[in-house]
Every structure is written in structure tokens, then in C-alpha cells.
T-cell receptor, first 112, second 116 residues
Framework: GQQLNQSPQSMFIQEGEDVSMNCTSS?????WLWYKQDPGEGPVLLIA?????ELTSNGRLTAQFGITRKDSFLNISASIPSDVGIYFC????????????FGPGTSLSVIP | DTGVSQNPRHKITKRGQNVTFRCDPI?????LYWYRQTLGQGPEFLTY????????KSRLLSDRFSAERPKGSFSTLEIQRTEQGDSAMYLC??????????????FGPGTRLTVL
């Protein structure tokens, strides 16, 4: 079945540093979603991308929809302690817009 | 609070017992989804409803699992004869039901199930 891969699996960075993470798929996606999950909570949508090549920002977060439609990138600039959490990429598979599949996540730790 | 709510937040049960979780979606959201999340993994789709109709079920949803949304508002997920492998976070999400892959799902805080 369709599967999403995320890298890196985990990151430890100093406060103030920029962060980059990516998500890849073996098949084409028409929508890419980036969620953040805090411990003990449900995922919260950060950015949604609907068009190949699209670059979208949400505050210090910027995400890009890869031109091949098989990848997406999330960047966080000037990280702060509250950026700690797990970041998931997700998207509806081409065969079904009605459900969303998630990657395994990138765990981010920010050292003050 | 107008977000998705789930009850209970935590449930500890003994193997073999039945458990039921409730999800209240954002009002006026037509679609309601159930996901399961285990440690170190992303959420996995279980099933979803369009109003009161259950439209799709994952292979993960064994015969011991049943979900209902009787009036098209809140939903319940029941697990019968729980097994230790059922221990996970059960997440509910709702959406308006927009077409074309632009539908946005909003998640609740989840119910963490521990089966002893």
C-alpha cells in the first residue's frame, strides 16, 4: 500500500536554529499536509499544500510541495522551545480523497 | 470550546473487557473519522462517516471493533473482548466534507487505551 517516509526520524537543535525536514512517497500525492502533535494531544494542522511547486508559509513555518508530487519539505526558522513535538506529513492517497495517511513523524527537540 | 472533543481521555481496562469511546465533532461537520495511533507511529485510518453513513472501514478494524454515528452528530467506537494489542491512542477527527482533496480534518485530543 501507499506509504510515507519522513526524515530525519528525530532532531535535537539549539534554540534559534533553523530546521528542515522532509517527506517522501513512492506514489504521487495531490495534497500534502503537515501536522504537529504535542504529547498527549491530537495532531494540529500547520500547513496544507494543494499544488505542485507551491510554497506556503505560516509564521516561522514554510512548506513546499515538491515538483515531482512525491515529496514535501517543512522548514522552521529561528526555533523556539514550544516548537518541540512530533511533525507528521500526511495526505489523501490518489485512490481515495476521503482518508488521510500519515508518515511516521519527525520528533523535534529544542535545547534552550 | 468548539473543537473536537473525546471522552474519556484515558481508559485502563483488563483484557477481555469491552470499552466504548465517544467523539463529539465540530458542529456542522459532516464527516467524522476514527484513527488509531501507537507509540512512535503516525495515526492509522480506521473508519469514517459521512453524516450517519459509515462509508469506509480499514482492514485494521477487526470484527471486535464497531463504530456508530446514529444521528450524524457524535460517534462511538466500541472494542469488544479487548486484547493487549489494542492498547493505543484512539483519535477522532471531523471535517466539512469538501471535495477534491481539499477537505481539512480537525483532530480531537484522543483517548488513550491501556489494556492490562
Amino acid at each position: 500500500g501507499q506509504q510515507l517516509n519522513q526524515s530525519p526520524q528525530s532532531m535535537f537543535i539549539q534554540e534559534g536554529e533553523d530546521v528542515s525536514m522532509n517527506c517522501t512517497s513512492s506514489s504521487i500525492f495531490n495534497t500534502w499536509l503537515w501536522y504537529k502533535q504535542d504529547p498527549g494531544e491530537g495532531p494540529v494542522l500547520l500547513i496544507a499544500l494543494y499544488k505542485a511547486g507551491e510554497l506556503t508559509s505560516n509564521g516561522r513555518l514554510t512548506a513546499q510541495f515538491g515538483i515531482t508530487r512525491k515529496d514535501s519539505f517543512l522548514n522552521i526558522s529561528a526555533s523556539i522551545p514550544s516548537d518541540v513535538g512530533i511533525y507528521f506529513c500526511a495526505g489523501p492517497p490518489k485512490t481515495s480523497y476521503d482518508k488521510v495517511i500519515f508518515g511516521p513523524g519527525t520528533s523535534l527537540s529544542v535545547i534552550p | 470550546d468548539t473543537g473536537v472533543s473525546q471522552n474519556p481521555r484515558h481508559k485502563i481496562t483488563k483484557r477481555g473487557q469491552n470499552v466504548t469511546f465517544r467523539c463529539d465533532p465540530i458542529s456542522e461537520h459532516n464527516r467524522l473519522y476514527w484513527y488509531r495511533q501507537t507509540l512512535g507511529q503516525g495515526p492509522e485510518f480506521l473508519t469514517y462517516f459521512q453524516n450517519e453513513a459509515q462509508l469506509e472501514k480499514s482492514r485494521l478494524l477487526s470484527d471486535r471493533f464497531s463504530a456508530e454515528r446514529p444521528k450524524g452528530s457524535f460517534s462511538t467506537l466500541e472494542i469488544q473482548r479487548t486484547e493487549q494489542g489494542d492498547s493505543a491512542m484512539y483519535l477522532c477527527a471531523s471535517s466539512l466534507g469538501a471535495s477534491g482533496g481539499t477537505d481539512t480534518q480537525y483532530f480531537g485530543p484522543g483517548t488513550r487505551l491501556t489494556v492490562l
